[in-house]
């Protein structure tokens, strides 16, 4: 990554390390898409589950896809190896001691819990071991983390709801609620009931609106109108309607954007509608998605929009602040890590 240099005369700053540096909020990563290939292998061997790969080659050479469909033929089958406690707390922690590497201080985690109870394991096995791996890495590695239940809009409504009846029993460990996985025929009306209880519960509440997705104006529309969610997941189709930018823009509604993952799903990196919204004043974010699949975590997603859109220094600290406001956080907690961000962009001569 070259060199870049401010215009008002402030030193000469490296972009690579200063996204390195960056205190970072990641609020879009699925858990289940950080299973790297070393860690398939492993709990499949653990497990004593026949996977039909034996080496780390032949696992990622079964992650190729080149759209949504694709991508989730592969992604769901390989949680088959996901099977204990030990396994989903395994899973978060290697995660959380990547993001902690990078700079996250923060991050909101996507799990799905219906890809397991769906071929038995139970709810309380996947949560436990996802709880145990939050606790241990904010004692250990100095990152505070938070659970999103998601469900899966191919599956029903009535899957739905009782696997948000079900997560009641850990409601202290989970802080919203949030909706992902094939989006063609399943809008977020489908799930409008389900929703309403989960905020009647004290859950927030966020939605996948995929990219470039059949009728993606009008779930955004339904997500924001209709739903009254929170966040939008990705949701860069926005900037086809102008009242919906102005509706985001209105109530600070943040959009949890992922460079890397949009340039395997489709032929574009939607960067130039992210810098877009951005200079537009809307509140979005840079995140990981399924890292493990894509091959770029925050740094990486950081460095490729970056380098794509010739963002400087000053974007990137946006984009960083963008996500520490828009994340579920108390407003001490979020003072703290914006006052982090404003030292570290101090350090280098700029305000955040």
Excluded at 90 to 96: E, H, Q, T, W
């Amino acid at each position: 990554m070259s060199t870049h240099t401010e215009s008002d005369g402030a030193a000469e700053i490296d972009l690579a390390d200063f996204i390195a540096g960056l205190p970072k909020c990641e609020l879009h990563v699925h858990l289940e898409g950080t299973l790297s290939p070393e860690l398939k292998l492993a709990l499949a061997e653990r497990n004593g589950i026949a996977i039909g790969q034996t080496t780390v080659a032949e696992v990622e050479a079964t992650y190729q896809f080149d759209s949504l469909a694709s991508f989730l033929a592969v992604y769901y089958p390989a949680m088959n190896v996901l099977v204990t406690a030990d396994d989903f707390r395994d899973l978060a922690y290697a995660y959380l001691t990547k993001a902690a590497s990078q700079g996250v201080r923060y991050v909101e985690m996507f799990f799905d819990p219906q890809a397991h109870t769906g071929r038995g394991v139970p709810f309380s096995t996947v949560i436990e071991g996802y709880r145990q791996a939050i606790v241990a890495a904010r004692a250990e590695l100095g990152i505070s983390a938070e659970l999103i239940m998601c469900f899966l809009r191919d599956l029903s409504a009535e899957f739905a709801m009782a696997t948000l009846m079900e997560s009641l029993a850990h409601k202290d460990w989970i802080i919203g609620v949030g909706l992902d996985s094939d989006e063609r025929d399943n809008p977020p009306s489908k799930f409008a009931a389900v929703f309403a209880r989960a905020r009647q519960e004290g859950y927030l509440l966020t939605m996948h609106c995929d990219i470039d997705q059949v009728g993606s104006i009008e779930n955004i529309r339904q997500a924001l109108e209709d739903i009254g969610v929170d966040r939008i997941d990705h949701g860069t189709n926005i900037v086809e309607s102008p009242a919906l930018v102005d509706h985001v823009k209105r109530r600070g509604v943040g959009l949890t954007c992922c460079p890397v993952s949009n340039s395997f799903v489709t032929d574009d990196m939607k960067a130039t509608e992210i810098v877009s919204l951005l200079r537009d004043g809307v509140r979005v974010t840079v995140n990981s998605d399924d890292p493990a699949y894509f091959g770029g975590y925050m740094t990486e997603n950081y460095a490729a929009l970056a380098d794509h859109a010739g963002l400087a220094p000053a974007d990137l600290l946006r984009l960083a602040r963008n996500a520490f406001e828009v994340a579920w956080l108390t407003p001490r907690a979020r003072d703290a890590y914006l006052a982090d961000l404003e030292a570290y962009a101090a350090g280098f001569g700029l305000a955040s």
